[in-house]
């Protein structure tokens, strides 16, 4: 079975990350982002929202683990942020309902969805730059990074939520991620 660790910065939805997770089949634990990752046993890993990059505590320390990464909204900016791309503020801010467009229909996260998904996503914090190495997945009219993957290095990141109802496709964002901690 495949063991999935979240990790938590503290964000609203972090606990519909690990249900969703529990509820595909998955041997899923949450554990607090102060937690070491040396201490954590999983074959992949869930970088969770949270409030802000001053609550990711030690989140981007899991990038080093030798297992994929999934960053979901403040993740994925944890992941940018550590990995040499920039992080700003959005020009929309609170959580709306948006449709993004799937850019590389070859990605490995989101290249099975529909051109055109509709999406749940907080925009107070986006990423502006990418990280080298890192492809641009999906955009949206309302923030030019919705989406970014480095499939190389098994590093993947989306700014909206897939485990919350509002978002379609939210199950096969995680189906496509659990497959790739399968490999």
């Known amino acids: 079975m495949t063991r999935i660790v979240v990790v938590d910065n503290h964000g609203q939805f972090t606990h519909l990350e690990q249900r969703a997770l529990r509820d595909m089949g998955v041997d899923v634990s949450l554990v607090d982002n102060s937690t070491p990752p040396a201490a954590v046993d999983a074959d992949g890993v869930v970088l969770s929202g949270g409030p802000s990059m001053d609550d990711a505590g030690r989140s981007a320390d899991y990038l080093d683990l030798d297992v994929p990464v999934l960053g979901i909204c403040l993740g994925m900016q944890v992941i ?54 890192f492809a641009l997945t999906a955009r949206s009219d309302v923030c030019d990074i919705e989406a970014m993957s480095d499939a190389e290095r098994e590093r993947y990141g989306v700014q909206w939520h897939p485990e919350v109802a509002h978002t379609e496709e939210g199950e096969a964002v995680f189906e496509n991620f659990l497959a790739r901690c399968e490999d």
């Open 80 to 133: 940018a942020d550590a990995l040499g791309g920039r992080v700003g503020s959005g020009d929309y801010g609170g959580y709306a309902d948006v449709t993004v467009d799937i850019v590389d229909e070859d990605d490995p996260l989101l290249g099975s969805l529909a051109p055109e998904t509709r999406v749940w996503a907080s925009h107070a914090d986006e990423v502006k730059e990418l990280p080298e190495g």
